[in-house]
């Protein structure tokens, strides 16, 4: 056996025969088992609750009597998005953002009922998952298990004993690391245990999940050489574990703070409300497409008629009616897709600041690395919102078209006053039955990987970063 | 020796600790930094909300110049309500990254509208703001603990122990003057920068004072903890690591246990269930006989049962009629959904009393009107308000008076 192999047997011997290291190794595998088992049984029972509501939804809309097309359109339709199936290990921002979407004509609404709204302020300590256990608890717990590995021995003088044996210092802490590097291994079990579970029940998430552990690896191996190489460097024990707690509570509570502060004040993100206010502003340009008259659809009647080469509209050989909600929700859409990309434009570019200090803080590199991979991360759910406002726009224009080439002009017009004409309006069932499913994939999984990569690189600089510090505690440890 | 001496004494000798008076230091620095960000996140808000309140002044005059009707006009016009910060809103942001501060209504029904989230981005809201609370409910336990832990243990490490009792004779005092000076410490790190900040935005003194009230429980509880462990016989690495285990498991662990069994106990009210519920009522309506909207609808408005009854396909008061049924329909299913978060908050509360940094971000949030209470309290004055204008409007539509801007001078105004 290597002298760093001896070493690292001895400290495990040490750790398994002190009461509060047992208790805290014991709290640690606890805490992750207990993430774990939580997390899925409770996204299980969400999956369900939301496929079983989307049912419901599409049932609603196909179970619908004659109607008038426009009645469709804003009866409207509810999309509800199920949890990605690697938000198991990481949920990311799911608690924070709306379940469900109610999708209407003239408005792009935005997802509603969030959980962290509905919960209590207890949401806002943490999430029961494996990925905030092992990002946050773990090194800490860690810290607490081996931030006296090096210096304990100094304190004792056995360290001097050892290096007069002929230890080497750099193999004296080699040995530490694998100790506390078993503790790491530990606590990551139950996440290598699930992936094995999850992986072939889901085989195209395999890379994301391989990312998602080589993530979570590489942070912990940091954490590892980082407690061991303070413990060196520091002349005692306490004076290691201030110093280790000091940096914890820097990298994984301040600086996540700030960071989200500084991002809100650089680039300040505007209210809803006043989005909404300028939206309407612009769609007043438009014009409102339930009144033919308005000015705002002048040129397009003209254009129309010269389309069909005909003289007015009720000449048309088709509803006229139908055609201005069309060219109504066509442009409407347009102003609200562009006002919601800005938005989204402005909240990735916030997250982006908030990477940015991944450059100080490891935390923030592995919490990205993990949503992103998981498919939880704010793009994933600007992408839900997206395919939601897809398949809305293809929903109502369905509706519109079926307003436009079902129906008679003269009927539609009269259909307000005249009690006979509005039941001539009213097309048949069968149309709802063809609704299409509301299928959200998510990100793909090679993308997600892809901009995984760059923070697993910066984890790996954070490792480096570490392990540089080692030396210096090896070369303090042998200078004994 | 006079007890003010010996104070002074002890704090000569505390401020001679270059590290804990370091420690002091950047807790002040951390928590001016928190009441800065603070402060000027509440700036932001309130200035928002004066630009947007403008805004909606000529958004409303232009929708209801638009409108041929009162039915139109009403269903146009969209009316901003706000939930203005508080004095102390610089101290805990809470609820107002997750839940509006600003809500347009009209008068359609309410339950299509009230449930509508804001553009917040979920990733700010997922770490939470640096606000005071944070620093009060996190940071300041940790410095306790930093400045406290090795008070007894240090010495007795030191071989100081004999010496001590031998000059100052009653050791016990000796330990209450040391701990007197670091608790003293800690306030004035904690407290000055929230005076400071409050009495530049001009909040009262009694918030102020309240609030420091708070912040003093906090330090004398973690102080209490604290000196629980530094009495024991242990190393200083060994009381370090249990406070820190400490305080691990009720800044952490406890809350997230906590809301583990409340999600257990209270599993609330899926709120997509109102939404669903009230649209099925409010577009059903379409296809029923007016008869069936109109009719219950005068058992609860019956100032309007012998206007004149509805014989068109559409009539705007039949539609502002079903919309109310909506709302009548879905009142039940909302009001146990409030319920829910109502108990789930108080459950919270239950937590609150195992875990200090619960409990002071609660405190500090409910001051600061910032917490599951108040937004919705705000939720309710919102209802009130969308009461009143949906009445107001209900005199030109049953009486089917003619338009004009005229009568709209007196639309409700939310203040």
Known sequence: ?480 | MNLLHCLGREAGLFIRTRSSVAALALLCVLASIAIGLGHAEVQRQEASIERVRALDVTERESALAGAPDFGDAAYAAYHLTWNPPSEMAFTAMGQRDIAPWMLRVRALALEGQIHETDSFNPELSLTGRFDYAFVMAFLLPLFAIVVMYDMVSAEREAGRIPLLVASAGNVRRLWWQRTAVRVLGLLLACLVPMWLGGLIIGTSAGALLTASAIVLVTVLVWTAVILVFSFRPWSSAVIATSLTGVWLTVALILPLGGKVLIDYLEPGIDGAQIALLQRETVNGAWDLPKEATMKPFFVTHPEWADTRPVTEPFHWKWYYAFQQRGDEVAAELSGAYRAAITRRDELTGWVALLSPPVAVQRALQRLAGTDVQASLAYEQRIRIFHEQLRRFYYPFLFNEEPYGLESLKDLPRFE
Do not use: C
């Not at chain 1, 192999?5 to 011997?13: R, Y």
């Not at chain 1, 110093?243 to 301040?254: E, F, Q, R, S």
């Open chain 1, 1 to 480: 056996m290597s002298q760093a192999m001896k070493i690292a047997a001895g400290e495990w011997t040490h750790l398994l025969r002190t009461r509060l290291a047992v208790l805290t190794l014991g709290l640690l595998f606890a805490l992750v088992a207990i993430a774990a088992i939580n997390s899925s049984a409770q996204l299980r029972a969400e999956a369900a609750e939301r496929l079983q509501y989307q049912q419901q939804a599409d049932e609603a809309y196909r179970a619908q009597p004659d109607r008038h097309p426009h009645r469709m359109v804003h009866y409207g339709h509810y999309v509800f998005r199920t949890p990605a199936p690697l938000a198991v290990i990481d949920p990311g921002v799911d608690a924070f953002t709306g379940r469900s979407i109610f999708l209407e004509g003239h408005r792009r609404n935005t997802a509603a009922f969030s959980e962290a709204r509905e919960t209590s302020v207890l949401t806002r300590f943490g999430s029961v998952s494996p990925a905030f256990t092992l990002q946050v608890l773990v090194p800490l717990l860690m810290i607490l298990i081996g931030f006296s590995s090096v210096a304990r021995e100094r304190e004792r003088g056995i360290l001097l004993q050892l290096l007069a044996q002929g230890t080497r210092g750099a193999a004296l802490v080699q040995g530490k690391a694998i100790a506390l590097a078993g503790v790491a291994a530990l606590a990551l079990l139950p996440l290598f245990l699930s992936a094995l579970w999850l992986g072939p029940q889901t085989p195209t998430e395999a890379l994301p999940l391989l990312a998602l552990l080589a993530g979570h690896t590489v942070y912990l191996a940091f954490w590892v050489v980082l407690i061991v190489a303070v413990s060196a460097l520091a002349g005692r024990a306490r004076t290691a574990l201030i110093v280790l707690i000091g940096i914890w509570a820097m990298l994984t509570v301040l600086v996540p703070r700030l960071a989200t502060d500084v991002a809100a004040t650089t680039l300040p993100a505007p209210n809803q409300a006043e989005v909404d206010i300028r939206l309407q502003e612009e769609l007043r340009s438009v014009g409102d497409s339930h009144n033919i008259n308005d000015p705002g659809f002048q040129s397009f009647q003209q254009q129309v008629l010269a389309q069909y080469g005909v003289a007015s509209i009720d000449e048309l050989p088709v509803n006229y009616r139908g055609l201005v909600s069309l060219q109504g929700e066509a442009e409407s859409s347009a102003v609200m897709d562009r006002l919601t990309a800005e938005q989204h434009s402005l909240q990735r570019d916030q997250a982006g600041i908030v990477k940015l200090f991944a450059l100080l803080s490891p935390y923030i590199a592995v919490r990205h690395l993990s949503m992103t991979s998981a498919g939880t991360d704010l793009r994933n759910h600007q992408q839900f919102l997206d395919a939601a406002e897809a398949h809305r726009f293809a929903l109502i224009q369905g509706l519109n078209t079926l307003h436009a080439e079902e129906l008679d002009y003269v009927d539609d017009s009269a259909r307000s006053r005249d009690a006979e004409a509005e039941q001539r309006t009213r097309v048949s069932s069968e149309f709802w039955t063809t609704l299409q499913q509301f299928d959200f994939a998510g990100t793909g999984a090679a993308e997600r990987v892809r901009s995984a990569l760059p923070l697993l690189l910066a984890l790996f600089a954070w490792l480096s970063a570490s392990a540089l510090l080692l030396r210096a505690g090896a070369r303090k440890v042998q200078a004994l």
